[in-house]
């Protein structure tokens, strides 16, 4: 299921939204009046797709794209404006900021769901192949690693150590998750193997590798 972060100040608007989109299509939808609870929410959760309105009450949206943006957690978290100011500068700014799309009020429900399942379409065929975050990056067609803009040369294992980081940033694992996850079985006799290939990627990624953290008496995760 989707999640879709929904950020506008009128409450009609946000609630016919919600309806269309949960009525086509599987999506959960997180709610937000302002951009400073849009915050919270981004941070507290995964989400796949921004609407917002940049006319809000507080923190503008436009500000609020920026910060999102700035983010290398949200690099490429897809965001469609929803917005009454129609000029040809606003369009542009939003489109120039990172927004991948920008619809005008009013606008056609039936285009709006469109253009999200379009969005969520695409996102999904590209990041079958081609994962981030922050400095590291891993394209599963070429089986390459990128660290820093340098190619890093990772046994099979790394790989997918690394691959399964970054495809959960939020997420803590502890040894026997990963020991399940990677090498297909769950022993705390074997958890040092883990600890072993920790370090090994640790220094592969060099300035990079710091990313990947200790978290003491439970597991490992990224730093975000």
Known sequence: MNRILLVEDHQEL???????????????????ENANDALILLEDGDVDLILLDLML??????????????NSRHTNLPVVIISAKNS????????????????????????????????????????GKLFSYGDLSIDLEMH????????VTLTVKEFELLLLFIKKPRKVFNRNQLLNSIWGY???SYTR?????????RKKLGAAGKIIRSVPKVGYGLDV
Do not use: C, W
Request: hydrophobic letters at 40%; a negative charge; charged letters at 30%.
């Open 14 to 32: 946000r609630e016919l939204i919600a309806y269309n989109l949960e009525k086509e299509g599987e999506y959960e939808i997180l709610n937000a």
């Open 57 to 70: 009450p507080g923190l503008g949206g436009l500000e609020f794209l920026k910060i999102v943006k700035g």
């Open 88 to 127: 040809e500068q606003d369009v542009v700014s939003g489109l120039k900021l990172g927004a991948d799309d920008y619809l005008t009020k009013p606008f056609s429900m039936k285009v709006l769901v469109a253009k999200v399942e379009t969005i969520l379409r695409r996102m999904q065929t590209s990041e």
């Open 144 to 151: 390459k690693v990128m660290a820093a803009g340098e190619e």
């Open 186 to 188: 769950e022993s705390d």
């Open 193 to 201: 193997t883990v600890d072993a290939h920790i370090s090994s990627l």
